[in-house]
């Protein structure tokens, strides 16, 4: 187990480090039928977010890229992922040296609130966030100052997001119960269960990791402070993956409660611009 006085930011990101294979090689992600399938973006990302043509493009939080990568079938010139974790990293490199895309990406070795530091400026048109993303901040505003530093002056912005509010619901004795901070705090909420969420994880045991909420008035404020009009914002009643365990599985990557449940917002989306 880790020391219970390491920094909660660095047991995050050794959590993430150790996820990396299982990830990849997981039905989960489904990277084989990815590459078969012709490497697209999401149908339903590719509808909200448009074509991409002639567009330099960033993927905060990248993991190992599929995602990254996937953006290029929406017409990017290029596209550049940036996560903390080396593994991660090293692994999306070997993607897009398998997919053969490694001409127009790349991947930097790069936290979030190290970006001012690390990476150039005003150098991309269209930033990307992905599910499950932000959560692993403490601070909202230290993300939206990455993005503003990322993005040229006249640039647009994707994200989906765990809602919330999901982020705190329990199900127990046929109704909800709610524990945590809906709002952003400085005190993390800490998971110490054994696994992650995706299958044969179970032997991915003695990681606590530690998460952040921030509600939906704070993502759009921390945006807003940069200049960012939001010309989307969508609550969903389903999510990406398996929550809770009588979820239903209605599609690829598309869960929802059952429909004799009181439905609530599992995941949300934005489409912000500037300029």
């Known amino acids: 187990m ?36 012709g490497m697209k973006a999401r149908p339903w990302e590719a509808d909200v977010i448009g074509r991409l043509d002639n567009k330099d493009a960033v993927h905060l939080q990248c993991h190992f890229g599929k995602d990254t990568l996937s953006l290029l079938s929406l017409g990017a ?8 974790s080396e593994s991660a990293i090293q692994k999306a490199r070997e993607l897009a040296v398998i997919t053969e895309l490694s001409d127009r990406s790349a991947f930097e070795l790069c936290a979030v609130k190290d970006v001012p530091n690390l990476m150039t400026p005003k150098r991309f048109d269209f930033a990307y966030v992905s599910l499950g993303a932000i959560c692993w901040i403490p601070a909202i505003s230290t993300w939206a100052k990455a993005i503003d530093y990322l993005l040229k ?112 917002p599992l995941s949300f989306t934005i489409l912000a611009s500037r300029g």
Request: proline residues 3%; charged residues 25%.
């Open 2 to 37: 880790p020391d219970k006085f390491e920094d909660p930011e660095e047991e995050n990101r050794k959590y993430w480090e150790s996820v990396v294979e299982t990830h990849f090689a997981s039905n989960f992600y489904e990277v084989d039928a990815w590459i078969n399938g």
């Open 77 to 84: 010139a290029s596209v550049t992922g940036i996560d903390y």
């Open 153 to 264: 002056d006249t640039a647009t912005l994707f994200v989906h997001e765990v809602h919330p509010l999901a982020q705190i619901l329990n199900r127990g004795n046929g109704g909800w119960s709610l524990d945590g901070e809906y709002f952003e705090s400085e005190v993390a909420m800490i998971d110490e269960s054994d696994g992650s969420y995706t299958e044969n994880s179970e032997n991915l045991r003695g990681y606590r990791t530690h998460i952040w909420n921030h509600s939906i008035g704070e993502v759009v404020t921390s945006l807003s402070n940069f200049g960012f009009s939001i010309s989307r914002l969508d609550e969903h009643s389903w999510t990406s993956f398996q929550q809770f365990p009588e979820m239903i599985k209605t599609g690829t990557e598309r869960y929802v409660l059952p429909s004799d449940w009181l439905q609530l």
